[in-house]
Nanobody, 114 residues
Framework: QVQLVESGGGSVQPGGSLRLSCVAS????????MVWYRQAPGKQRELVAR???????NYADFVKGRFTVSRDNAQNTMYLRIKTLKPEDTGVYYC????????WGQGTQVTVSS
């Protein structure tokens, strides 16, 4: 049974940082490219970052060097480090495989406000 469990979100002030985690089970994590998506209030879910099984990364243009995706294959875990948080980063962050599974976890809420 597939499970993707996101955590690490919270309420932070602009300029702060967070590290999100995604623990995967029920998939061949070690060979799976993984992605982070986010969904802002009232908007569609959008791709934030992608990491291959070998650790190569790609980011959405709006990331502009503030996001870092990484993974620990031994722990079936993917991370997203976000620095210099902005109010527009507010939303629910989800992880998934690439290509996407027909399944989404509960996500982790990130709220950036002063």
């Amino acid at each position: 049974q597939v499970q993707l469990v996101e955590s690490g979100g919270g309420s932070v002030q602009p300029g702060g940082s967070l590290r999100l985690s995604c623990v995967a089970s029920g998939i061949m994590f070690i060979i799976s490219p993984m992605v982070w998506y986010r969904q802002a209030p009232g908007k569609q879910r959008e791709l934030v970052a992608r990491i291959t099984s070998g650790g190569h990364t790609n980011y959405a243009d709006f990331v502009k060097g503030r996001f870092t995706v990484s993974r620990d294959n031994a722990q079936n875990t993917m991370y997203l480090r976000i620095k210099t948080l902005k109010p527009e980063d507010t939303g629910v962050y989800y992880c998934n495989t690439d290509p996407l599974l027909n399944y989404w976890g509960q996500g982790t809420q990130v709220t950036v406000s002063s």
